[in-house]
């Protein structure tokens, strides 16, 4: 089964902004902000998401893709 990416740490570099900055602008505490930007979340909001958008300037397509694993590969 294949995997959500969460690319939070480039978007942030192409905005040069740093974590702290954009937890303070969009209001979600910094742990959170580092579990979603070293792909541990679990899930995300649509309203958390779409808050970082706004605040990065950035489409949903920006901060996650998909990725097969090695094993999906192998049995197509």
Known sequence: MGKIIVDLDV??????????????????????????KTNKAKAIRFSTLSEICRVLACDVGDLLRYEEDEDDEKNL
């Open 11 to 36: 978007a942030l570099a192409k905005k040069k902004m740093s974590l702290t900055e954009l937890s303070d602008q969009v209001g979600i505490s910094l742990s959170n902000l580092s579990i979603l």
